[in-house]
C-alpha cells in the first residue's frame, strides 16, 4: 500500500525567504511519480512541480525545487523567495501502478507567509 | 488548451432536489476524476473514468451517480443528497500513466440543506 506523509500541518515564513515543506511516501513500486499542488482559499488544485521516481536530477520549476532523496523516500518542495500569495495549502501525491496509479494525497501542510 | 472548467462554481440544494455537476477539457486526456474534499483536508476519490468508461468507484454511495457522455465531458448527478455531503468537488484529467500530472479544475462548492 502506498502513503504520503506530510508532518507539518502549518508553517510560517516570513516574506523574501526560503521554506522547505516536508514530505515522506512509501511505496513498493519502483515506478511513480510524486507531485506538489498548491490550494489558495479559492479552492483550485494548481500543479507545482513533477519528480519522476527515475530522474537523476532533482525537478525546478521557477521559485519551487524538490528535493528528491530516494534512500530516505522523502521529496520536500523548497520555495525561494517567499511572496503573500505563497500563502495556501500545499498537498504532496503521488502515482504509482500499486494504486492504479491513482493519485495519492498526503495530508496538507498550511503555509502563511508573513509580510 | 491547458484548463479544465467546471459548472456551477456554487451550489445549494435541498435533500430530495436532483441536480448536476458538470466539467469539461480539452486537452486530448482520456482519464478523468471526481474528488470530494471536505474543508482542511486533502481531496478524496470518488470516480475514475478511463476511455470513457468508469474505472474506479471508491465505494460511494449510489445518491452521487456519474455519466461521461464523451472523451471532453464528466458529469456528477447527485439526488436525495444528505448535509454531509456538502463540500468541495473537484473534476481532474490526465493522460494514463504514473509520469503525468493531473489537472484539475476550479471546483463546485456543494451546500446541501
Known amino acids: 500500500a502506498q502513503k504520503i506523509t506530510q508532518t507539518q500541518p502549518g508553517m510560517f515564513v516570513q516574506e523574501k525567504e526560503a521554506v522547505t515543506l516536508d514530505c515522506t511516501y512509501d511505496t513498493s513500486d519502483p515506478s511513480y511519480g510524486l507531485f506538489w499542488y498548491k490550494q489558495p482559499s479559492s479552492g483550485e488544485m494548481i500543479f507545482l512541480i513533477y519528480?519522476?521516481?527515475?530522474?537523476?536530477q532533482n525537478a525546478t520549476e521557477g521559485r519551487y525545487s524538490l528535493n528528491f532523496q530516494k534512500a530516505r523516500k522523502s521529496a520536500n518542495l523548497v520555495i525561494s523567495a517567499s511572496q503573500l500569495g505563497d500563502s495556501a495549502m500545499y498537498f504532496c501525491?503521488?502515482?504509482?501502478?500499486?494504486?492504479?496509479?491513482?493519485?495519492?494525497f498526503g495530508g496538507g501542510t498550511r503555509l502563511m507567509v508573513k509580510p | 488548451d491547458t484548463e479544465v472548467t467546471q459548472t456551477p462554481k456554487h451550489l445549494v440544494m435541498g435533500m430530495t432536489n436532483k441536480k448536476s455537476l458538470k466539467c469539461e477539457q480539452h486537452m486530448g486526456h482520456r482519464a478523468m476524476y471526481w474528488y470530494k474534499q471536505k474543508a482542511k483536508k486533502p481531496p478524496e476519490l470518488m470516480f475514475v473514468y478511463s476511455y470513457e468508461k468508469l474505472s474506479i468507484n471508491e465505494s460511494v454511495p449510489s445518491r452521487f451517480s456519474p455519466e461521461c457522455p464523451n472523451s471532453s465531458l464528466l458529469n456528477l448527478h447527485l439526488h436525495a443528497l444528505q448535509p454531509e455531503d456538502s463540500a468541495l468537488y473537484l473534476c481532474a484529467s490526465s493522460l494514463l500513466g504514473v509520469w503525468n500530472e493531473q489537472f484539475f479544475g476550479p471546483g463546485t462548492r456543494l451546500t446541501v440543506l
Open positions: 519528480q519522476g521516481s527515475y530522474d537523476q
Open positions: 501525491a503521488m502515482r504509482d501502478n500499486n494504486a492504479g496509479n491513482m493519485l495519492t
